[in-house]
């Protein structure tokens, strides 16, 4: 089970506020330091207390931020990994107008073996849209892989997921689908397994 007890911070700048969230306060502030770095490259993002909210089956914490009108939501295990991820969702807005948003329900369904997390992505520029998907052994590690494809896919702008685990033995694998290349990791975890995969399709 994940827990959503979270900080808000805030810092007025310009006439208005910059956010950032994290269970700490020296974690909130570290993340509103990350959006504020995304507001000098044009990226203006905000949040409020109700940022934060728990994942279906009670598993994940998703933090909401608005950024230049688009909404993007990273998951953690926490709300401080959660935020990160949305920030690294910011930065990549801020580097080439790609956006995702991992969606309360339907980003997450139980599996036998780890996490699977799906993303929803767009690009500001070009209008076009795709999903996206990480896993891994637990939810950190699974979005941290999402990031990983968010940024291989922002280029090619095509939808790349992850096929659930499977195991044979004692060795588990995964399987990534993208439309230029499909790869399947293998490794003694579903984290080592899919980052066998990325390593195959050179992310």
Aim: aromatic share 8%; net charge negative.
């Amino acid at each position: 089970m994940t827990s959503n007890s979270s900080t808000l911070a805030s810092r007025q700048c310009d006439g208005s506020y910059v956010y950032g969230i994290g269970v700490s306060v020296n974690e909130a502030v570290e993340n509103l330091n990350g959006f504020m770095a995304v507001r000098q490259e044009g990226v203006d993002c905000s949040a409020n207390a109700s940022s934060i909210e728990s994942g279906a089956y009670g598993i994940g914490v998703f933090a909401h931020f608005t950024c230049n009108g688009w909404p993007i939501a990273g998951v953690g295990n926490s709300p401080t990994s959660a935020a990160r991820n949305s920030l690294a969702i910011a930065e990549e807005m801020a580097a080439n107008g790609t956006h995702c948003s991992a969606p309360l329900q339907g980003s997450y369904y139980p599996e036998t073996y780890g996490f699977r997390f799906r993303y929803d992505c767009g690009n500001t520029q070009t209008n076009s849209s795709w999903s996206i998907s990480g896993i891994g052994s637990n939810i950190d590690d699974a979005n941290s892989i999402a990031m990983r494809v968010m940024r291989y896919t922002a280029s090619t702008k095509s939808s790349c997921a992850f096929d659930a685990a499977g195991i044979n033995g004692t060795i588990l694998s995964v399987t990534l689908q993208c439309p230029s290349a499909t790869a399947t990791g293998y490794g003694s975890s579903v984290t080592a397994a899919a980052n066998d995969a990325l390593a195959q399709i050179g992310v």
